[in-house]
């Protein structure tokens, strides 16, 4: 392997763990963990929350498509194994949906925050938790996808 692959592929590898390692602590540790909060209190902290970890999702989205593109074009491109057109397509479906998250249904949270609306923000975050689980078992079948291209 050359080293622009190997180089690449670390990069790679790097933007998949901070996105899918950072959702799963998101839904499964903080979530849980805040729920019993007050709406006064716990809204305000998702959107804290949400401003730090969708900077560094964005960062993570575009490593992972340069890298992704990049590495695909070494590994045959069109041609390339049927898993990593797979990777391709659901990683795309994940990052849409990271961009709804972002820019349709996060900027809902900060107007519900200002105006102290909380039915609406929670509301929100509801919606954020759902798409959130969608990317996690996308994320996670997409991690098989390329593991299973190894053996194409
Ligand atoms: C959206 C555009 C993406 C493209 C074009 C792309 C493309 C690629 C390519 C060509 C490889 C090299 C395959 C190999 O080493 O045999 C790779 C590796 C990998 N990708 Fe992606 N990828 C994308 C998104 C994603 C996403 C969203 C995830 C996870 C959620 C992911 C997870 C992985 C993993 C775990 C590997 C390592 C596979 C291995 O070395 O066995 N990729 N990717």
């Not at 107007?111 to 996308?138: E, F, H």
Request: proline share 4%; hydrophobic share 60%.
């Amino acid at each position: 392997m050359n080293k622009a692959i190997e180089v690449a592929l670390f990069l790679h590898l790097l933007g998949v763990a901070v996105w899918i390692g950072g959702m799963i602590f998101a839904h499964f540790c903080l979530r849980p963990a805040i729920a019993d909060l007050s709406p006064q209190l716990r809204l305000p902290l998702w959107e804290s929350v949400f401003a730090r970890f969708f900077n560094w999702v964005a960062a993570s989205v575009l490593v992972i498509l340069l890298t992704g593109g990049f590495l695909l074009t070494q590994f045959g491109g069109t041609h390339a194994a049927l898993p990593l057109h797979a990777m391709t397509g659901l990683g795309i479906v994940m990052m849409l949906i990271f961009g709804h998250i972002r820019f349709g249904v996060f900027p809902k949270i900060r107007r519900a925050v200002q105006s102290q609306n909380w039915p609406d923000g929670a509301r929100a975050v509801g919606t954020i938790r759902r798409l959130v689980l969608v990317n996690i078992v996308l994320g996670v079948v997409t991690v098989g996808a390329a593991v299973l291209s190894r053996g194409f």
